[in-house]
C-alpha cells in the first residue's frame, strides 16, 4: 500500500506541473481536496447452529483514511480534470476469527485474509478518474461509484466498493438526466484487488465452475415532468448472465397536514449470453434460485420483481409501509462478487435483502429527527421486515428482520461535523442453508470529514 500512496503523491505531484499554464486556472481554482476517517466496528454473532459447525463469530475494528483530490476543468468549450481517490484501512481488532479456540480460520467481512489465513494489518487501493466536460456532459473514466437502480456502489463497512470503467453523464435538457456507462472491474469493500464481475451462483471463486464477466452495460434517465414526480427508466446488462429492465415513479403529496411520498418501483430480468443456453449453464454461467428437479432451465435467470413504499410524514415522524413481491425461478439477479452488495429495493436491509425466488416481503418503517424538538443531528429509526412463499426443496420459507438504528452528527463546538452511527440488526429464518442461519448484528461507526480546501 506504500507504493499506492507514493503513486498518488507522484500523480499530484506531476499534475501541478503540468498545469501551471494559464489554461488550468479554472482546473486549480475549483479544485477541492478533503480528508476523511471512519472508524468502524463489526459484531456478528450466529444465534444457531441449525446442524451445522464451524460457525463463525466475527468480531473486526478498523479505522479507515480517504483522501479525495475533485479538480475544477481546464478552461475552453471542452475542459478535461483529473479525480484522485486513496483509500487505506488498518486493523485495530482482529478479524475473520473462527467461532471457538483451535478450528480453522473464517474469512472477515470487514478485513482480507493473507496467505497465512490471518487478517491482513492494513490494506488499500488508490483510484483515478479522468473527466471532460463539454456543455452540461459530463464523460468519466477509471474509478467510479455509481449510485442507480441497476448498480450501487456499497459502503457498508471500513472500506467503499469502487469500480472500474466509464460513464457518460447528460443534463442537456431541463429536468432530464441521462445516464450511460460501462463497468469492467470491481473492487470490493474488504479487498485491495481488482475483480472481476458476477452474480449469486456463479461467484463462488473456490468452485471450479466459478464464472465472471469484465461487461456491465447499463444506462437510462431520471426525469421530472413536474416539481413533486420523478420518473425513472434504466437498464442493466451483466453479458452472459443477465438483462435487467427498471422502471420507477416516485411522487409527493403536500397534504392539510404532513406530507405522502410514494415510491414505485418495477423490475425485469432475463438471461444473456451463456446464461440462455444449457450448455453455458453447464460451464458454471449459472444464477441461484430453485428450480424443480429436471427442469430444462434451471440456474436460468428468470425474475420479475415489483414494489409499493408509502411513507408518511409530519414534523420530525416518518412511518412507513410496503410491500415486496417477486416471480420467476431465480432469486433476484445483481452484481455480486461474493464481498456483499447494495440492492434499490425497499427490502434492502441491514443484513439480508429478500430479493429469493417467490418470496413476498411485508416491510414497516419508523424514524424520527429530533431536530423537531429542539435536537438537530440526532435521528432514530426502526424497520421491520416479515418475508414468507420462499421457494425451497420440500416447502416454502421464511425470514424476518428488525433493524434499528440511531445517529448523531455533533453541531458545532470542536467535535462538529463528527458523525457517531449504531446499527443493531436480527435475522430469523427457517431456511437451513449455510448462509441463512439465524444472527444477532452490531455496528459503530463514527465518520468524520475535513476539508483541506
Not at 243 to 254: R, W, Y
Not at 355 to 360: A, F, K, W
Not at 378 to 405: N, V
Request: proline share 3%; hydrophobic share 30%; aromatic share 12%.
Amino acid at each position: 500500500m506504500k507504493k499506492a500512496f507514493s503513486a498518488f503523491a507522484m500523480a499530484t505531484g506531476a499534475l501541478g506541473q503540468l498545469l501551471s499554464g494559464e489554461a488550468s486556472a479554472e482546473f486549480l481554482k475549483d479544485s477541492k481536496l478533503s480528508l476523511s476517517t471512519r472508524n468502524f466496528y463489526y459484531n456478528q454473532d450466529t444465534r444457531n447452529e441449525n446442524g451445522l459447525s464451524n460457525t463463525p463469530r466475527f468480531d473486526e475494528w478498523g479505522q479507515a483514511f480517504t483522501v479525495d483530490y475533485r479538480s475544477g476543468f481546464t478552461e475552453g468549450k471542452v475542459g478535461f480534470g483529473l479525480d484522485l481517490l486513496g483509500l487505506y484501512g488498518i486493523r485495530l481488532d482482529d478479524g475473520g476469527r473462527a467461532g471457538k479456540p483451535g478450528e480453522d480460520r473464517q474469512p472477515g467481512s470487514v478485513f482480507p485474509l493473507e496467505s497465512n489465513g490471518k487478517a491482513t494489518r492494513g490494506f488499500g487501493r488508490l483510484g483515478v478518474t479522468a473527466k471532460m466536460r463539454f456543455s452540461n456532459t459530463l464523460v468519466q473514466y477509471g474509478t467510479l461509484k455509481p449510485k442507480l437502480p441497476v448498480v450501487i456502489a456499497n459502503d457498508g463497512r471500513l472500506l467503499p466498493q469502487t469500480y472500474e470503467g466509464g460513464q457518460v453523464t447528460v443534463n442537456e435538457i431541463k429536468d432530464l438526466t441521462f445516464i450511460a456507462g460501462k463497468l469492467e472491474h470491481s473492487s470490493e469493500r474488504n479487498s485491495s484487488n481488482r475483480d472481476s464481475l458476477s452474480i449469486e451462483g456463479s461467484n463462488n471463486r473456490s468452485n471450479s465452475l466459478h464464472q465472471e464477466s469484465n461487461e456491465f452495460y447499463y444506462g437510462g434517465f431520471d426525469y421530472k415532468p413536474m416539481k413533486n414526480l420523478l420518473a425513472q427508466y434504466y437498464y442493466g446488462e451483466l453479458k452472459d448472465f443477465y438483462k435487467q429492465h427498471f422502471f420507477g415513479l416516485i411522487h409527493d403529496l403536500a397534504l392539510p397536514a404532513g406530507s405522502l411520498k410514494t415510491d414505485l418501483r418495477y423490475f425485469y430480468s432475463e438471461s444473456d449470453g451463456e446464461n440462455s443456453s444449457r450448455s453455458g449453464r453447464a460451464e458454471g454461467y449459472r444464477a441461484a434460485g430453485y428450480w424443480g428437479t429436471g427442469d430444462s432451465h434451471r440456474y436460468e435467470v428468470d425474475n420479475k420483481l415489483w414494489s409499493a413504499m408509502f411513507t408518511y410524514s409530519l414534523g420530525g415522524h416518518q412511518i412507513g409501509a410496503g410491500y415486496q413481491k417477486i416471480t420467476g425461478k431465480s432469486d433476484f439477479p445483481h452484481l455480486n462478487q461474493g464481498g456483499g452488495r447494495v440492492l434499490y429495493l425497499i427490502t434492502d436491509a441491514q443484513m439480508h435483502k429478500f430479493h429469493n425466488s417467490g418470496e413476498n416481503t411485508w416491510v414497516a418503517k419508523y424514524a424520527y429527527d429530533f431536530a423537531a424538538i429542539g435536537v438537530p443531528g440526532l435521528k432514530a429509526s426502526l424497520t421491520y421486515l416479515s418475508g414468507d412463499d420462499i421457494d425451497d426443496s420440500g416447502s416454502d420459507k421464511k425470514e424476518w428482520e428488525r433493524d434499528t438504528r440511531l445517529d448523531y452528527v455533533f453541531q458545532d463546538g470542536m467535535l462538529k461535523g463528527l458523525g457517531l452511527t449504531w446499527m443493531y440488526g436480527v435475522w430469523r429464518g427457517n431456511d437451513t442453508n449455510p448462509g441463512s442461519r439465524d444472527k444477532d448484528e452490531n455496528r459503530l461507526i463514527a465518520n468524520y470529514t475535513l476539508p483541506i480546501f
